[in-house]
Protein backbone atom coordinates (compact mmCIF):
# COMPACT_ATOMS: atom_id res chain seq x y z
CA UNK A 1 0.00 0.00 0.00
CA UNK A 2 1.81 3.05 -1.03
CA UNK A 3 0.65 7.02 0.65
CA UNK A 4 0.14 8.43 -2.60
CA UNK A 5 -1.34 11.85 -0.47
CA UNK A 6 -1.29 12.86 2.90
CA UNK A 7 -2.20 16.75 3.68
CA UNK A 8 -4.67 19.72 3.45
CA UNK A 9 -6.69 17.51 4.98
CA UNK A 10 -7.08 14.97 1.98
CA UNK A 11 -5.49 11.64 2.47
CA UNK A 12 -4.91 9.16 -0.47
CA UNK A 13 -3.54 5.51 -0.47
CA UNK A 14 -2.78 3.64 -3.66
CA UNK A 15 -2.67 -0.23 -3.34
CA UNK A 16 -1.16 -2.36 -6.38
CA UNK A 17 -4.36 -3.59 -7.69
CA UNK A 18 -5.16 0.06 -8.73
CA UNK A 19 -7.44 1.23 -5.93
CA UNK A 20 -6.90 4.57 -4.88
CA UNK A 21 -9.05 5.28 -1.90
CA UNK A 22 -9.43 9.08 -0.81
CA UNK A 23 -10.45 10.33 2.27
CA UNK A 24 -11.67 13.66 3.28
CA UNK A 25 -9.95 14.20 6.44
CA UNK A 26 -11.35 16.43 8.54
CA UNK A 27 -13.12 15.02 11.51
CA UNK A 28 -13.27 17.42 13.80
CA UNK A 29 -15.40 19.47 11.35
CA UNK A 30 -17.10 16.77 9.95
CA UNK A 31 -14.97 16.81 6.85
CA UNK A 32 -16.36 19.99 6.30
CA UNK A 33 -15.08 21.25 2.84
CA UNK A 34 -12.73 24.25 3.01
CA UNK A 35 -10.21 26.66 1.00
CA UNK A 36 -7.61 24.01 2.22
CA UNK A 37 -9.14 21.23 1.03
CA UNK A 38 -9.91 22.76 -2.24
CA UNK A 39 -6.03 23.62 -2.98
CA UNK A 40 -5.36 19.78 -1.77
CA UNK A 41 -8.00 18.23 -4.01
CA UNK A 42 -6.10 20.54 -7.05
CA UNK A 43 -2.92 18.98 -6.23
CA UNK A 44 -4.41 15.44 -5.35
CA UNK A 45 -6.01 15.18 -9.06
CA UNK A 46 -2.88 15.77 -11.06
CA UNK A 47 -1.09 13.23 -8.52
CA UNK A 48 -3.48 10.45 -9.45
CA UNK A 49 -4.03 11.38 -13.15
CA UNK A 50 -0.02 10.67 -13.44
CA UNK A 51 -0.46 7.59 -11.19
CA UNK A 52 -1.33 3.62 -11.92
CA UNK A 53 -4.77 4.19 -9.79
CA UNK A 54 -7.47 2.27 -11.83
CA UNK A 55 -10.74 3.32 -9.65
CA UNK A 56 -11.52 5.92 -6.93
CA UNK A 57 -13.18 5.03 -3.77
CA UNK A 58 -14.28 8.30 -1.49
CA UNK A 59 -15.29 8.93 2.21
CA UNK A 60 -14.91 10.30 5.19
CA UNK A 61 -12.39 10.23 8.00
CA UNK A 62 -14.43 10.09 11.38
CA UNK A 63 -17.86 9.84 11.79
CA UNK A 64 -19.45 12.10 8.63
CA UNK A 65 -18.61 11.63 4.68
CA UNK A 66 -19.06 15.68 4.97
CA UNK A 67 -21.08 18.02 6.62
CA UNK A 68 -20.90 20.12 3.51
CA UNK A 69 -19.06 23.80 2.34
CA UNK A 70 -17.11 25.47 5.66
CA UNK A 71 -20.52 27.84 6.66
CA UNK A 72 -17.89 30.28 7.84
CA UNK A 73 -16.38 30.54 4.33
CA UNK A 74 -19.48 30.60 2.56
CA UNK A 75 -20.85 33.49 5.14
CA UNK A 76 -17.41 35.82 4.37
CA UNK A 77 -18.24 35.30 0.40
CA UNK A 78 -21.61 36.61 1.07
CA UNK A 79 -19.69 40.25 1.96
CA UNK A 80 -17.73 40.54 -0.86
CA UNK A 81 -19.05 42.14 -4.27
CA UNK A 82 -21.18 40.03 -6.46
CA UNK A 83 -18.94 39.48 -9.19
CA UNK A 84 -15.81 38.55 -6.96
CA UNK A 85 -17.90 36.47 -4.73
CA UNK A 86 -18.99 34.39 -7.94
CA UNK A 87 -15.37 34.18 -8.98
CA UNK A 88 -14.31 33.06 -5.58
CA UNK A 89 -16.99 30.17 -5.55
CA UNK A 90 -16.63 28.97 -9.23
CA UNK A 91 -13.06 28.35 -8.53
CA UNK A 92 -13.72 26.73 -5.13
CA UNK A 93 -15.58 24.51 -6.24
CA UNK A 94 -13.91 23.78 -9.86
CA UNK A 95 -11.22 22.47 -7.24
CA UNK A 96 -13.10 19.63 -5.84
CA UNK A 97 -14.46 18.70 -8.99
CA UNK A 98 -11.35 18.22 -10.33
CA UNK A 99 -11.17 14.83 -8.49
CA UNK A 100 -14.33 13.68 -9.85
CA UNK A 101 -13.61 14.49 -13.64
CA UNK A 102 -11.02 12.23 -13.75
CA UNK A 103 -11.41 9.18 -16.17
CA UNK A 104 -11.75 6.62 -13.75
CA UNK A 105 -14.58 4.30 -12.16
CA UNK A 106 -15.46 6.56 -8.61
CA UNK A 107 -17.28 5.17 -5.83
CA UNK A 108 -18.41 6.65 -2.65
CA UNK A 109 -18.68 5.28 0.46
CA UNK A 110 -21.13 7.24 2.45
CA UNK A 111 -20.15 6.34 5.89
CA UNK A 112 -22.02 8.93 7.55
CA UNK A 113 -24.09 12.28 7.42
CA UNK A 114 -23.84 13.54 3.93
CA UNK A 115 -25.31 17.17 2.83
CA UNK A 116 -24.99 20.05 1.01
CA UNK A 117 -21.85 20.07 -0.93
CA UNK A 118 -20.62 17.07 0.52
CA UNK A 119 -24.16 15.27 -0.66
CA UNK A 120 -23.33 16.85 -4.52
CA UNK A 121 -19.60 14.84 -4.46
CA UNK A 122 -21.22 12.10 -3.48
CA UNK A 123 -23.75 12.75 -6.23
CA UNK A 124 -20.62 13.63 -9.05
CA UNK A 125 -19.77 9.55 -8.42
CA UNK A 126 -20.42 6.82 -10.78
CA UNK A 127 -21.84 4.48 -7.72
CA UNK A 128 -22.86 5.41 -3.95
CA UNK A 129 -22.37 2.47 -1.20
CA UNK A 130 -24.44 3.73 2.01
CA UNK A 131 -24.82 2.84 5.65
CA UNK A 132 -28.08 2.70 6.49
CA UNK A 133 -29.60 5.36 8.94
CA UNK A 134 -27.11 8.47 7.75
CA UNK A 135 -28.65 11.28 6.83
CA UNK A 136 -28.47 12.67 3.40
CA UNK A 137 -29.78 16.12 1.26
CA UNK A 138 -29.28 19.17 0.06
CA UNK A 139 -29.68 22.63 3.05
CA UNK A 140 -28.53 25.10 0.35
CA UNK A 141 -31.69 27.02 0.45
CA UNK A 142 -33.07 26.44 4.32
CA UNK A 143 -29.53 28.28 5.57
CA UNK A 144 -29.97 31.34 2.90
CA UNK A 145 -26.91 29.91 0.14
CA UNK A 146 -27.11 30.06 -3.30
CA UNK A 147 -26.40 26.31 -4.35
CA UNK A 148 -23.39 25.25 -5.60
CA UNK A 149 -20.96 22.22 -6.42
CA UNK A 150 -23.07 21.66 -9.71
CA UNK A 151 -26.04 21.07 -7.24
CA UNK A 152 -28.11 21.80 -10.62
CA UNK A 153 -26.57 19.25 -12.89
CA UNK A 154 -27.80 16.79 -10.38
CA UNK A 155 -31.33 18.04 -10.03
CA UNK A 156 -31.38 17.73 -14.31
CA UNK A 157 -31.80 14.04 -14.76
CA UNK A 158 -35.22 12.37 -15.44
CA UNK A 159 -34.56 10.41 -13.08
CA UNK A 160 -33.66 13.14 -10.12
CA UNK A 161 -37.42 14.15 -8.54
CA UNK A 162 -36.09 13.67 -4.76
CA UNK A 163 -33.20 15.74 -5.45
CA UNK A 164 -35.03 18.82 -7.30
CA UNK A 165 -37.05 18.54 -4.47
CA UNK A 166 -34.04 18.53 -2.09
CA UNK A 167 -32.62 21.48 -3.97
CA UNK A 168 -35.88 23.53 -3.82
CA UNK A 169 -36.62 23.08 -0.35
CA UNK A 170 -33.79 22.49 1.68
CA UNK A 171 -35.17 18.80 2.27
CA UNK A 172 -33.19 16.26 3.82
CA UNK A 173 -33.75 12.36 4.66
CA UNK A 174 -32.66 12.15 8.29
CA UNK A 175 -32.53 8.49 8.76
CA UNK A 176 -31.83 6.51 4.88
CA UNK A 177 -33.17 3.25 4.91
CA UNK A 178 -34.85 0.94 2.18
CA UNK A 179 -37.75 2.37 2.21
CA UNK A 180 -36.57 6.19 1.13
CA UNK A 181 -37.03 5.26 -2.75
CA UNK A 182 -34.00 6.70 -3.06
CA UNK A 183 -32.74 5.92 -6.89
CA UNK A 184 -29.17 7.76 -6.26
CA UNK A 185 -28.07 5.08 -3.88
CA UNK A 186 -26.62 1.99 -5.66
CA UNK A 187 -25.96 -0.73 -2.21
CA UNK A 188 -27.29 0.25 1.40
CA UNK A 189 -25.84 -1.81 4.03
CA UNK A 190 -27.40 -2.24 7.61
CA UNK A 191 -24.16 -1.21 9.87
CA UNK A 192 -21.10 -0.78 8.16
CA UNK A 193 -19.72 -1.09 4.66
CA UNK A 194 -18.32 -4.69 3.82
CA UNK A 195 -14.94 -3.46 2.29
CA UNK A 196 -13.59 -6.58 1.64
CA UNK A 197 -16.44 -8.64 -0.25
CA UNK A 198 -17.26 -5.14 -2.32
CA UNK A 199 -13.77 -5.24 -3.48
CA UNK A 200 -14.42 -9.08 -4.23
CA UNK A 201 -17.53 -8.33 -6.39
CA UNK A 202 -17.32 -4.63 -7.72
CA UNK A 203 -13.53 -3.19 -7.63
CA UNK A 204 -11.45 -6.19 -8.99
CA UNK A 205 -13.74 -6.86 -11.58
CA UNK A 206 -13.85 -2.67 -12.41
CA UNK A 207 -9.71 -2.97 -12.54
CA UNK A 208 -9.44 -6.05 -14.92
CA UNK A 209 -11.73 -4.63 -17.23
CA UNK A 210 -10.29 -2.74 -20.18
CA UNK A 211 -8.80 0.06 -19.09
CA UNK A 212 -9.69 2.42 -22.34
CA UNK A 213 -12.67 1.40 -22.24
CA UNK A 214 -12.98 2.21 -18.80
CA UNK A 215 -12.08 5.42 -19.03
CA UNK A 216 -14.26 5.94 -22.41
CA UNK A 217 -16.82 4.86 -20.00
CA UNK A 218 -16.19 7.08 -17.18
CA UNK A 219 -15.40 10.11 -19.35
CA UNK A 220 -19.27 9.46 -21.15
CA UNK A 221 -20.60 9.31 -17.93
CA UNK A 222 -18.91 12.34 -16.39
CA UNK A 223 -20.28 14.33 -19.40
CA UNK A 224 -23.68 12.78 -18.85
CA UNK A 225 -23.70 14.09 -15.04
Not at 2 to 30: F, H
Request: overall charge positive.
Amino acid sequence: MQTLYNQKQLEATLDSAGICRVYLNNPDQLNALNTTMAEGAVELAALIRKSAARVLVFSGRGRAFSAGGDLEYLIQLTKLPKEESAAAMLKFYKSYLALFTLPLPTIALINGPCVGAGFCLALACDLRFVVSGVKVGMNFVRIGLNPGMAAETWAQGENSPLIREMLLTGKSIPRLSHGSNLFLIWSLHPQRLPLQSMKQQLLLPLIHRNPSACRSSSCATAICR
